[in-house]
């Protein structure tokens, strides 16, 4: 299903605009990456529905993705890989939410976890997508600290339970996906601008 979408696709394209091989393959790269979310999101919909999960769901998503929106990460290197972990992770981190009350200390550990985590490991980038300007690598640094401060002060003055599990359940799992620890414990390259500088030396 996946290679039909990504053919005739392609194949569509091609009948507008001429494309070169390079232009064929950041095409295909991107239209798996398109059709690999597309199922996915579909997937944790239906099962949220299901579990009754669904504003939690919508909710987690939006603010997940303005968390790694600038703080990136790690990502699996296989289709079933990021299966595996995204249904648990969100279905899990749903019920998280909904049902799970944190004391007032804890949170101020949380906050201050991912803050001291974010000054120290974000960004993180992948091999296939090495940050190589350090002016990007300081913009997108400053931006996931302020987007962390942002919400900090959301939190504060709108007293919303479900709105604070939200934001703290994904910046702990933002902080994760960029922590060196976790590249090293899935065997993932991290710091890859490091390597395209030395192989441009």
């Not at 996915?40 to 009754?52: E, F, G, R, S, T």
């Not at 669904?54 to 939006?62: D, G, R, S």
């Not at 972990?85 to 019920?95: L, V």
């Not at 604070?164 to 976790?182: D, G, H, R």
Request: hydrophobic content about 50%.
């Amino acid at each position: 299903m996946k290679k039909k979408f990504i053919n005739y696709s392609i194949k569509l394209i091609e009948s507008k605009k001429e494309l070169s091989n390079l232009d064929k393959k950041k095409l295909k790269y991107g239209l798996e990456g398109f059709y690999n979310l597309i199922t996915k999101v579909v997937v944790l919909i239906i099962l949220a529905l299901i579990l009754n999960l669904t504003k939690e769901l919508f909710l987690l998503i939006i603010i997940y993705s303005l968390f790694r929106l600038y703080g990136f990460g790690i990502h699996a290197k296989k289709t079933w890989q990021c299966w595996i972990t995204t249904i648990p992770i969100y279905i899990g981190g749903c019920f998280f939410i909904k049902y799970i009350s944190i004391p007032l200390p804890i949170t101020y550990i949380i906050w201050l976890f991912g803050f001291i985590s974010f000054l120290l490991f974000a960004p993180a980038d992948t091999s296939s997508r090495p940050l190589i300007h350090k002016d990007k690598r300081i913009r997108a640094k400053i931006l996931s600290l302020l987007i962390i401060i942002i919400f900090y002060i959301i939190n504060y003055f709108y007293k919303s339970q479900i709105l604070l599990n939200t934001t703290l359940y994904a910046l702990i799992f933002e902080s994760i996906v960029i922590n060196p620890l976790t590249y090293k414990l899935f065997k993932a390259p991290y710091n890859n601008y490091k390597v395209y500088q030395k192989t441009t030396v």
